[in-house]
């Protein structure tokens, strides 16, 4: 994690409000957006809820604590962009289930090969995918979901490259006195 990282998280972590979340939030930041993501404690329910009966509780749960809390999360995510120039995006857990109440979706830019392109078309063929970008879409969430383990383990990597970086010597070679 790099030093601007730890900055959010820390400003983050003591700038939303106590008892918002039954444990501190999960905080993720990328190049555009900054993603706080809240554990909600379980409705009560009787104990013989059906699941159907306890799928509603917990999202009208989430719905509640997203509008009870809206004007606080727009001032801490105006004051977050202000500070660090990152767009900022709400969610919770419950029971294991992740609800996002919003989030931006970035277009990027790629260059396929036919193989590639026909791919996507395929999955536009066969109605799996509205669009190239939304087949595209589709195959980077299944590289997620079914790759998972590999993606963090690239992050993990990546973070120990950052942190060796950030020892490493403090002034830039200035050109002067023989190349390596």
């Given at each position: 994690?790099?030093?601007?990282?730890?900055?959010?998280?820390?400003?983050l972590l003591?700038?939303?409000p106590?008892?918002?979340?039954?444990?501190?939030?999960?905080?993720?930041?990328?190049?555009?957006?900054?993603?706080?993501?809240?554990?909600?404690?379980?409705?009560?329910?009787?104990p013989?809820?059906?699941?159907?009966?306890?799928?509603?509780?917990?999202?009208?749960?989430?719905?509640?604590?997203?509008?009870?809390?809206?004007?606080?999360?727009?001032?801490?995510?105006?004051?977050?962009?202000?500070?660090?120039?990152?767009?900022v995006?709400?969610?919770?857990?419950?029971?294991?289930?992740?609800?996002?109440f919003?989030?931006?979706?970035?277009?990027?830019?790629?260059r396929?090969?036919?193989?590639?392109?026909?791919?996507?078309?395929?999955?536009?063929?066969?109605?799996?995918?509205?669009?190239?970008?939304?087949?595209?879409?589709?195959?980077?969430?299944?590289?997620?979901?079914?790759?998972?383990?590999?993606?963090?383990?690239?992050?993990?990597?990546l973070?120990a490259?950052e942190?060796?970086?950030?020892?490493?010597p403090?002034?830039?070679?200035?050109?002067?006195?023989?190349t390596?």
């Amino acid at each position: 994690m790099t030093t601007n990282h730890d900055a959010i998280h820390g400003w983050l972590l003591g700038r939303i409000p106590g008892g918002w979340f039954t444990a501190p939030a999960e905080i993720t930041v990328d190049r555009e957006e900054i993603l706080v993501v809240g554990p909600l404690g379980e409705p009560e329910l009787p104990p013989d809820a059906s699941d159907i009966a306890a799928s509603a509780a917990r999202e009208a749960r989430a719905r509640r604590f997203r509008e009870e809390t809206r004007a606080a999360r727009i001032t801490i995510a105006e004051e977050a962009r202000h500070r660090f120039g990152l767009h900022v995006a709400w969610g919770v857990t419950i029971a294991g289930e992740r609800q996002l109440f919003t989030t931006l979706s970035v277009p990027v830019m790629t260059r396929l090969r036919m193989a590639e392109r026909q791919v996507l078309d395929t999955l536009v063929d066969a109605g799996v995918a509205r669009s190239r970008s939304h087949a595209l879409a589709w195959c980077v969430r299944l590289v997620g979901r079914h790759q998972g383990d590999w993606i963090e383990s690239l992050r993990q990597a990546l973070t120990a490259v950052e942190s060796a970086r950030e020892q490493g010597p403090s002034d830039p070679p200035t050109g002067s006195g023989p190349t390596p």
